[in-house]
Protein backbone atom coordinates (compact mmCIF):
# COMPACT_ATOMS: atom_id res chain seq x y z
CA UNK A 1 0.00 0.00 0.00
CA UNK A 2 1.16 3.41 -1.14
CA UNK A 3 2.21 6.51 1.95
CA UNK A 4 1.80 9.61 1.68
CA UNK A 5 3.66 13.31 2.56
CA UNK A 6 1.19 15.73 2.43
CA UNK A 7 3.14 19.06 1.54
CA UNK A 8 2.03 22.69 1.71
CA UNK A 9 3.39 26.30 1.12
CA UNK A 10 1.73 28.49 3.70
CA UNK A 11 1.89 32.19 4.99
CA UNK A 12 -0.63 33.70 6.67
CA UNK A 13 -3.48 31.46 6.34
CA UNK A 14 -4.65 31.16 10.30
CA UNK A 15 -8.45 31.24 8.81
CA UNK A 16 -8.00 28.42 7.18
CA UNK A 17 -5.36 26.22 8.03
CA UNK A 18 -7.53 24.15 10.16
CA UNK A 19 -10.30 23.95 7.98
CA UNK A 20 -7.85 22.27 5.35
CA UNK A 21 -5.96 19.83 8.18
CA UNK A 22 -9.24 18.59 9.90
CA UNK A 23 -10.08 17.49 6.10
CA UNK A 24 -7.33 15.32 5.81
CA UNK A 25 -4.78 14.91 8.27
CA UNK A 26 -5.52 11.29 8.93
CA UNK A 27 -5.91 10.37 5.51
CA UNK A 28 -2.06 11.21 4.66
CA UNK A 29 1.23 9.25 6.99
CA UNK A 30 3.04 12.84 7.14
CA UNK A 31 2.67 16.41 6.88
CA UNK A 32 4.89 18.75 5.81
CA UNK A 33 3.89 22.88 6.22
CA UNK A 34 6.02 25.10 4.57
CA UNK A 35 6.08 28.50 5.52
CA UNK A 36 6.74 31.66 3.48
CA UNK A 37 6.48 34.49 6.56
CA UNK A 38 3.53 33.86 8.19
CA UNK A 39 2.76 36.78 10.45
CA UNK A 40 -0.11 35.59 12.01
CA UNK A 41 -0.97 31.95 14.00
CA UNK A 42 -0.21 30.18 10.78
CA UNK A 43 3.08 28.27 11.98
CA UNK A 44 0.95 27.60 15.60
CA UNK A 45 -2.12 26.08 14.21
CA UNK A 46 0.13 23.62 11.83
CA UNK A 47 2.23 22.90 15.30
CA UNK A 48 -1.29 21.06 15.85
CA UNK A 49 -0.49 18.69 13.31
CA UNK A 50 2.54 18.04 12.91
CA UNK A 51 6.32 18.93 13.85
CA UNK A 52 7.29 18.89 10.47
CA UNK A 53 7.20 22.98 9.55
CA UNK A 54 10.09 24.37 7.43
CA UNK A 55 10.92 27.69 6.70
CA UNK A 56 11.29 28.62 3.12
CA UNK A 57 12.32 32.58 1.95
CA UNK A 58 9.98 33.87 -0.12
CA UNK A 59 11.83 34.88 -3.09
CA UNK A 60 8.07 35.45 -5.92
CA UNK A 61 8.70 32.00 -7.24
CA UNK A 62 5.66 29.46 -6.30
CA UNK A 63 7.44 26.75 -7.89
CA UNK A 64 11.12 27.33 -5.97
CA UNK A 65 8.54 27.12 -2.79
CA UNK A 66 6.55 23.68 -4.08
CA UNK A 67 9.75 22.18 -5.08
CA UNK A 68 11.27 23.08 -1.80
CA UNK A 69 8.38 21.31 0.04
CA UNK A 70 8.30 17.79 -2.44
CA UNK A 71 12.12 17.89 -0.89
CA UNK A 72 10.71 17.31 2.59
CA UNK A 73 8.82 14.04 1.79
CA UNK A 74 9.68 10.65 3.34
CA UNK A 75 6.87 8.36 2.09
CA UNK A 76 5.93 6.55 -1.31
CA UNK A 77 4.17 9.26 -2.60
CA UNK A 78 3.45 13.02 -2.45
CA UNK A 79 0.47 14.91 -2.56
CA UNK A 80 0.08 18.93 -2.50
CA UNK A 81 -2.55 21.04 -1.13
CA UNK A 82 -3.30 24.46 -0.66
CA UNK A 83 -4.26 25.91 2.21
CA UNK A 84 -7.42 26.98 0.96
CA UNK A 85 -8.86 23.59 -0.35
CA UNK A 86 -10.75 20.75 1.48
CA UNK A 87 -11.56 17.18 1.16
CA UNK A 88 -15.31 17.07 1.58
CA UNK A 89 -16.55 13.79 3.46
CA UNK A 90 -17.84 12.33 0.15
CA UNK A 91 -14.56 12.86 -1.25
CA UNK A 92 -12.93 11.56 1.85
CA UNK A 93 -14.47 8.00 1.71
CA UNK A 94 -13.54 7.69 -2.07
CA UNK A 95 -10.25 8.87 -1.02
CA UNK A 96 -9.68 6.02 1.58
CA UNK A 97 -10.40 3.48 -0.97
CA UNK A 98 -8.88 4.66 -3.78
CA UNK A 99 -5.66 4.62 -1.12
CA UNK A 100 -6.40 1.05 -0.37
CA UNK A 101 -6.64 0.23 -3.52
CA UNK A 102 -4.03 1.88 -5.38
CA UNK A 103 -1.32 -0.44 -6.95
CA UNK A 104 2.15 0.63 -5.41
CA UNK A 105 3.54 1.13 -9.14
CA UNK A 106 1.23 4.23 -10.02
CA UNK A 107 3.56 7.08 -10.88
CA UNK A 108 0.40 9.99 -10.52
CA UNK A 109 -2.93 10.05 -9.14
CA UNK A 110 -5.36 12.50 -10.95
CA UNK A 111 -8.32 14.27 -9.39
CA UNK A 112 -10.90 16.33 -9.70
CA UNK A 113 -10.30 19.98 -8.55
CA UNK A 114 -13.87 22.02 -7.77
CA UNK A 115 -12.90 25.44 -8.09
CA UNK A 116 -16.32 26.72 -7.68
CA UNK A 117 -20.06 25.97 -6.66
CA UNK A 118 -23.56 27.11 -7.51
CA UNK A 119 -26.33 27.92 -5.16
CA UNK A 120 -27.02 24.41 -4.42
CA UNK A 121 -23.35 23.31 -3.51
CA UNK A 122 -23.00 21.59 -6.90
CA UNK A 123 -19.43 22.20 -8.67
CA UNK A 124 -19.75 24.61 -11.02
CA UNK A 125 -16.22 25.04 -11.80
CA UNK A 126 -13.30 22.49 -12.23
CA UNK A 127 -9.89 20.97 -13.53
CA UNK A 128 -8.18 18.28 -12.83
CA UNK A 129 -4.53 18.35 -11.37
CA UNK A 130 -1.65 16.00 -11.08
CA UNK A 131 -2.84 15.42 -7.06
CA UNK A 132 -0.41 12.68 -6.27
CA UNK A 133 3.06 11.43 -6.83
CA UNK A 134 5.49 8.86 -6.73
CA UNK A 135 8.43 10.76 -4.36
CA UNK A 136 11.37 8.89 -6.61
CA UNK A 137 10.21 10.17 -9.96
CA UNK A 138 11.70 13.41 -8.92
CA UNK A 139 8.39 15.18 -10.67
CA UNK A 140 9.57 19.19 -10.50
CA UNK A 141 7.40 22.36 -10.31
CA UNK A 142 7.77 25.21 -13.34
CA UNK A 143 7.33 28.61 -13.71
CA UNK A 144 7.18 31.51 -10.50
CA UNK A 145 3.31 31.75 -10.75
CA UNK A 146 0.71 29.68 -11.85
CA UNK A 147 3.34 27.27 -11.41
CA UNK A 148 2.66 22.97 -12.91
CA UNK A 149 3.66 19.54 -11.89
CA UNK A 150 5.66 18.44 -15.01
CA UNK A 151 4.17 14.59 -15.20
CA UNK A 152 5.21 13.68 -19.09
CA UNK A 153 5.89 10.76 -18.54
CA UNK A 154 5.34 7.40 -15.79
CA UNK A 155 1.84 5.43 -15.12
CA UNK A 156 -0.85 7.59 -14.68
CA UNK A 157 -4.27 6.87 -12.83
CA UNK A 158 -7.17 8.81 -13.40
CA UNK A 159 -9.87 9.40 -10.14
CA UNK A 160 -12.77 10.59 -9.76
CA UNK A 161 -12.22 11.94 -6.06
CA UNK A 162 -12.55 15.87 -5.96
CA UNK A 163 -10.68 18.29 -4.01
CA UNK A 164 -12.35 21.69 -3.49
CA UNK A 165 -11.06 24.88 -3.61
CA UNK A 166 -13.00 27.36 -1.46
CA UNK A 167 -11.06 30.35 -1.84
CA UNK A 168 -10.37 33.46 0.50
CA UNK A 169 -9.51 36.55 -0.77
CA UNK A 170 -8.22 37.79 -4.05
CA UNK A 171 -4.66 37.36 -5.85
CA UNK A 172 -4.95 39.05 -8.61
CA UNK A 173 -2.42 41.77 -7.25
CA UNK A 174 -0.37 39.41 -5.91
CA UNK A 175 0.11 37.20 -9.25
CA UNK A 176 0.17 40.34 -11.45
CA UNK A 177 3.43 41.53 -9.19
CA UNK A 178 4.99 38.54 -9.37
CA UNK A 179 4.51 38.55 -12.98
CA UNK A 180 6.39 42.00 -13.09
CA UNK A 181 9.06 41.10 -11.64
CA UNK A 182 9.75 38.10 -12.74
CA UNK A 183 8.87 37.80 -16.56
CA UNK A 184 8.22 40.81 -17.71
CA UNK A 185 10.90 43.23 -15.75
CA UNK A 186 13.42 40.01 -16.06
CA UNK A 187 14.53 40.31 -19.61
CA UNK A 188 12.36 36.72 -20.42
CA UNK A 189 10.37 36.98 -23.68
CA UNK A 190 6.91 36.46 -22.74
CA UNK A 191 5.68 33.43 -24.66
CA UNK A 192 4.12 29.97 -24.26
CA UNK A 193 1.13 29.31 -21.12
CA UNK A 194 3.80 32.27 -19.41
CA UNK A 195 1.78 34.67 -21.61
CA UNK A 196 -1.93 32.96 -21.62
CA UNK A 197 -1.51 33.38 -17.64
CA UNK A 198 -0.28 36.69 -18.02
CA UNK A 199 -3.61 36.96 -20.20
CA UNK A 200 -5.84 35.35 -17.93
CA UNK A 201 -4.56 38.25 -15.28
CA UNK A 202 -5.22 40.99 -17.72
CA UNK A 203 -9.15 39.43 -17.18
CA UNK A 204 -8.97 39.90 -13.62
CA UNK A 205 -8.04 43.27 -13.69
CA UNK A 206 -10.76 44.38 -16.37
CA UNK A 207 -8.06 45.12 -18.82
CA UNK A 208 -10.01 43.13 -21.85
CA UNK A 209 -8.29 45.23 -24.73
CA UNK A 210 -4.74 44.53 -23.38
CA UNK A 211 -5.82 40.75 -22.94
CA UNK A 212 -7.25 40.66 -26.55
CA UNK A 213 -3.57 41.84 -27.58
CA UNK A 214 -1.96 38.93 -25.46
CA UNK A 215 -4.30 35.71 -26.31
CA UNK A 216 -3.91 36.91 -30.27
CA UNK A 217 -0.19 36.52 -29.69
CA UNK A 218 -0.73 33.05 -27.85
CA UNK A 219 -2.92 31.59 -30.73
CA UNK A 220 -0.23 32.70 -33.27
CA UNK A 221 2.63 30.63 -31.67
CA UNK A 222 4.00 27.40 -33.10
CA UNK A 223 3.73 25.16 -30.47
CA UNK A 224 1.09 25.80 -28.67
CA UNK A 225 -1.10 22.92 -27.47
CA UNK A 226 -4.78 22.40 -28.79
CA UNK A 227 -6.17 22.05 -25.81
CA UNK A 228 -4.51 25.87 -24.52
CA UNK A 229 -5.09 27.30 -28.21
CA UNK A 230 -8.93 26.54 -27.93
CA UNK A 231 -9.05 27.86 -24.48
CA UNK A 232 -7.44 30.95 -25.67
CA UNK A 233 -9.85 31.57 -28.37
CA UNK A 234 -12.90 31.23 -25.86
CA UNK A 235 -11.22 33.52 -23.33
CA UNK A 236 -11.36 36.19 -26.49
CA UNK A 237 -14.35 35.35 -26.22
CA UNK A 238 -15.31 36.72 -23.31
CA UNK A 239 -13.29 39.70 -23.42
CA UNK A 240 -14.94 40.64 -26.72
CA UNK A 241 -18.10 40.06 -24.84
CA UNK A 242 -17.28 42.60 -22.21
CA UNK A 243 -16.19 45.36 -24.90
CA UNK A 244 -19.18 44.67 -26.60
CA UNK A 245 -18.05 43.44 -29.73
CA UNK A 246 -20.64 40.60 -30.64
CA UNK A 247 -18.92 39.62 -33.92
CA UNK A 248 -15.53 39.13 -32.96
CA UNK A 249 -17.17 37.45 -29.89
CA UNK A 250 -18.61 34.63 -32.24
CA UNK A 251 -15.63 34.57 -34.76
CA UNK A 252 -13.61 33.38 -31.64
CA UNK A 253 -15.84 31.10 -30.57
CA UNK A 254 -16.08 29.19 -34.02
CA UNK A 255 -12.23 29.56 -34.60
CA UNK A 256 -11.93 27.49 -30.92
CA UNK A 257 -13.84 24.54 -33.05
CA UNK A 258 -10.62 23.88 -35.33
CA UNK A 259 -8.56 22.21 -32.52
CA UNK A 260 -10.77 19.52 -31.44
CA UNK A 261 -14.23 17.84 -30.51
CA UNK A 262 -16.71 20.41 -29.13
CA UNK A 263 -17.20 20.48 -25.92
CA UNK A 264 -20.59 21.01 -23.86
CA UNK A 265 -19.12 24.32 -22.32
CA UNK A 266 -18.46 25.36 -26.02
CA UNK A 267 -21.65 24.66 -27.09
CA UNK A 268 -22.98 27.33 -24.45
CA UNK A 269 -21.15 30.03 -25.39
CA UNK A 270 -21.89 29.67 -28.92
CA UNK A 271 -25.54 29.02 -28.06
CA UNK A 272 -25.11 32.02 -26.14
CA UNK A 273 -24.12 33.90 -28.72
CA UNK A 274 -26.94 33.39 -30.80
CA UNK A 275 -29.04 33.81 -28.26
CA UNK A 276 -27.72 37.82 -27.90
CA UNK A 277 -28.84 38.31 -31.23
CA UNK A 278 -32.26 36.97 -31.09
CA UNK A 279 -31.77 33.91 -33.12
CA UNK A 280 -33.23 31.50 -30.83
CA UNK A 281 -33.98 28.54 -33.50
CA UNK A 282 -29.91 28.89 -33.61
CA UNK A 283 -28.93 28.84 -29.81
CA UNK A 284 -31.67 25.97 -29.45
CA UNK A 285 -29.65 23.90 -31.62
CA UNK A 286 -26.03 24.51 -29.51
CA UNK A 287 -28.04 24.22 -26.19
CA UNK A 288 -29.54 21.10 -27.33
CA UNK A 289 -26.07 19.67 -28.98
CA UNK A 290 -24.32 20.45 -25.36
CA UNK A 291 -27.00 18.16 -23.87
CA UNK A 292 -25.26 15.24 -25.47
CA UNK A 293 -21.48 15.89 -25.01
CA UNK A 294 -20.21 13.62 -21.82
CA UNK A 295 -17.53 15.73 -20.21
CA UNK A 296 -14.15 15.06 -21.41
CA UNK A 297 -12.34 12.51 -19.34
CA UNK A 298 -8.44 13.38 -19.86
CA UNK A 299 -9.03 17.15 -20.28
CA UNK A 300 -6.60 19.01 -17.49
CA UNK A 301 -8.04 22.70 -18.67
CA UNK A 302 -10.60 24.73 -16.66
CA UNK A 303 -14.16 23.54 -17.21
CA UNK A 304 -17.55 25.38 -16.40
CA UNK A 305 -19.15 22.34 -15.14
CA UNK A 306 -22.84 23.67 -14.96
CA UNK A 307 -22.76 23.24 -18.79
CA UNK A 308 -22.86 19.53 -18.05
CA UNK A 309 -26.28 20.17 -15.71
CA UNK A 310 -28.34 22.45 -15.50
CA UNK A 311 -26.92 25.37 -17.82
CA UNK A 312 -28.32 24.38 -21.09
CA UNK A 313 -31.72 23.21 -19.43
CA UNK A 314 -31.84 26.98 -17.98
CA UNK A 315 -30.99 28.67 -21.53
CA UNK A 316 -33.56 25.97 -23.28
CA UNK A 317 -36.30 27.52 -21.79
CA UNK A 318 -35.63 31.12 -22.09
CA UNK A 319 -35.27 30.36 -25.59
CA UNK A 320 -38.28 27.44 -26.13
CA UNK A 321 -40.13 30.29 -24.62
CA UNK A 322 -39.29 33.30 -26.55
CA UNK A 323 -40.41 30.64 -29.83
CA UNK A 324 -43.76 30.03 -27.92
CA UNK A 325 -42.99 26.51 -27.47
CA UNK A 326 -44.41 26.66 -23.48
CA UNK A 327 -44.25 22.75 -23.33
CA UNK A 328 -40.46 22.26 -23.93
CA UNK A 329 -39.93 25.41 -21.99
CA UNK A 330 -41.27 23.71 -18.88
CA UNK A 331 -39.66 20.09 -19.55
CA UNK A 332 -36.75 22.48 -19.12
CA UNK A 333 -37.64 24.37 -16.65
CA UNK A 334 -38.50 20.97 -14.48
CA UNK A 335 -35.09 19.55 -15.44
CA UNK A 336 -32.90 22.51 -14.42
CA UNK A 337 -35.29 22.68 -11.28
CA UNK A 338 -34.02 19.05 -10.65
CA UNK A 339 -30.31 20.34 -10.17
CA UNK A 340 -31.46 23.89 -8.26
CA UNK A 341 -34.79 23.04 -6.74
CA UNK A 342 -35.03 26.04 -4.39
CA UNK A 343 -33.69 28.59 -7.11
CA UNK A 344 -36.37 31.60 -6.89
CA UNK A 345 -36.38 32.23 -10.77
CA UNK A 346 -36.84 28.70 -11.77
CA UNK A 347 -39.73 28.42 -8.95
CA UNK A 348 -41.38 32.09 -10.34
CA UNK A 349 -41.07 30.47 -14.13
CA UNK A 350 -42.34 27.51 -13.16
CA UNK A 351 -45.68 28.95 -11.80
CA UNK A 352 -45.64 31.15 -15.12
CA UNK A 353 -45.63 28.39 -17.43
CA UNK A 354 -48.34 26.22 -15.20
CA UNK A 355 -50.38 29.17 -15.67
CA UNK A 356 -49.91 30.04 -19.38
CA UNK A 357 -50.14 26.13 -19.87
CA UNK A 358 -53.65 25.32 -17.71
CA UNK A 359 -51.75 23.36 -15.39
CA UNK A 360 -52.90 25.19 -12.39
CA UNK A 361 -56.28 25.69 -11.00
CA UNK A 362 -55.14 29.23 -9.57
CA UNK A 363 -56.31 32.20 -11.97
CA UNK A 364 -53.58 33.35 -14.89
CA UNK A 365 -52.20 36.44 -14.27
CA UNK A 366 -50.19 36.65 -16.96
CA UNK A 367 -50.75 36.21 -21.00
CA UNK A 368 -48.46 34.30 -23.26
CA UNK A 369 -46.38 37.11 -24.38
CA UNK A 370 -45.94 38.32 -20.51
CA UNK A 371 -44.69 35.07 -19.80
CA UNK A 372 -42.25 34.80 -22.88
CA UNK A 373 -40.47 37.70 -21.66
CA UNK A 374 -40.74 37.06 -18.38
CA UNK A 375 -38.59 34.19 -18.68
CA UNK A 376 -35.72 35.66 -19.68
CA UNK A 377 -35.11 36.52 -15.82
CA UNK A 378 -34.70 32.98 -15.65
CA UNK A 379 -30.60 33.29 -15.09
CA UNK A 380 -29.66 31.40 -11.94
CA UNK A 381 -26.38 33.47 -10.61
CA UNK A 382 -22.97 32.19 -11.32
CA UNK A 383 -20.48 30.89 -9.03
CA UNK A 384 -18.83 34.54 -8.63
CA UNK A 385 -22.03 36.18 -7.21
CA UNK A 386 -23.23 37.51 -10.97
CA UNK A 387 -25.63 36.12 -13.88
CA UNK A 388 -23.82 33.14 -15.33
CA UNK A 389 -23.06 33.79 -18.72
CA UNK A 390 -21.29 30.43 -20.46
CA UNK A 391 -18.99 33.06 -22.46
Request: glycine share 4%; net charge negative; aromatic share 10%.
Amino acid sequence: MITISLCMIVKNEEGVLARCLDSVADLVDEINIIDTGSTDATKEIAARYTSRIFDFEWIDDFAAARNFAFEQATCSHIMWLDADDIVLEKDRKAFKKLIAEMPDDIDSIIMEYHLAFDKAGNPAAGARRNRIVRREKGYRWYNPIHEYLDVTEGRVYVSEVAISHERMGDHSVRNMDIFKKKLLHGGEKLEGRNQLYYANELVDQQMYAEAVEQYEQFVQGENETPEDCMYAYSKLAECYHQLNQKQKKMQSLLLALQFTVPRADHCCSIGYSFEERGQYDAAVHWYELALTLPKPKFHMGLLNLVCWTWMPHVQLCICYAKLGELEQAYKHNEKALAYLPDDVNLIDNKLRLEQALGLTTQPQTEDLEQVRDTSESVRPEGPDGGTEEPC
